[in-house]
T-cell receptor, first 114, second 113 residues
Framework: DADVTQTPRNRITKTGKRIMLECSQTKGHDRMYWYRQDPGLGLRLIYYSFDVKDINKGEISDGYSVSRQAQAKFSLSLESAIPNQTALYFC?????????????FGPGTRLTVL | DQQVKQNSPSLSVQEGRISILNCDYTNSMFDYFLWYKKYPAEGPTFLISISSIKDKNEDGRFTVFLNKSAKHLSLHIVPSQPGDSAVYFCAAIGSGNTGKLIFGQGTTLQVKP
């Protein structure tokens, strides 16, 4: 079984709809992250959480919100989806040891906003 | 403002030859640099990293070189194999172990049999 899972894997929605992307992990890591990937731009950080009570904005948080329901669960919400939020979304986890803080990614959610 | 740049969107090499993927950065405060590999329909997976106090790190067929004066790093894969065909992302992390990775745009590597 995958250590980091994301649901749904694919989603098509309409402009103005509210949508939630969910991430679960069995790695026991405290740190969790949400990224989006756009062609030609690499991965950009949306939000991150270092524990259940800690939520931080990333590089591109406008239009998004998150909820850390438990150590293992971190959800990303689009309150009112717009077409330029069409992208590939990745959840990641990490447990910093040493100094590299290697991140482990889920398989991604492909979101299309019409 | 792109702090980590991969200026080559794609690279094609013959099986058995060396693949060299390049990455430039602008922030001299980065402490660690990492390479991730991504196959279609999968999330990125960690490949290799290097500390800013090193100039080389090797792991099997993969070697990362860091040139701090030029703010440049490169990933060498030798010999290249068809299974290495993927998108490669360079990433950097700032001081203080903030966990915030800054990624380059990615380079698509194709290794031809």
């Amino acid at each position: 079984d995958a250590d980091v899972t994301q649901t749904p894997r694919n989603r098509i929605t309409k402009t103005g709809k509210r949508i939630m992307l969910e991430c679960s992990q069995t790695k026991g890591h405290d740190r969790m992250y949400w990224y989006r990937q756009d062609p030609g731009l690499g991965l950009r950080l949306i939000y991150y959480s270092f524990d259940v009570k800690d939520i931080n904005k990333g590089e591109i948080s406008d239009g998004y919100s998150v909820s850390r329901q438990a150590q293992a669960k971190f959800s990303l919400s689009l309150e009112s989806a717009i077409p330029n939020q069409t992208a590939l979304y990745f959840c990641a986890t990490s447990d910093p040891t040493g100094f590299t803080d290697t991140q482990y990614f889920g398989p991604g959610t492909r979101l299309t906003v019409l | 403002d792109q702090q980590v740049k991969q200026n080559s969107p794609s690279l094609s090499v013959q099986e058995g030859r060396i693949s060299i993927l390049n990455c430039d950065y602008t922030n001299s405060m980065f402490d660690y640099f990492l390479w991730y590999k991504k196959y279609p329909a999968e999330g990125p997976t960690f490949l290799i990293s290097i500390s800013s106090i090193k100039d080389k790190n090797e792991d099997g067929r993969f070697t990362v070189f860091l040139n701090k004066s030029a703010k440049h790093l490169s990933l060498h894969i030798v010999p290249s194999q068809p299974g290495d065909s993927a998108v490669y992302f360079c990433a950097a992390i700032g001081s203080g172990n903030t966990g915030k990775l800054i990624f380059g745009q990615g380079t698509t590597l194709q290794v031809k049999p």
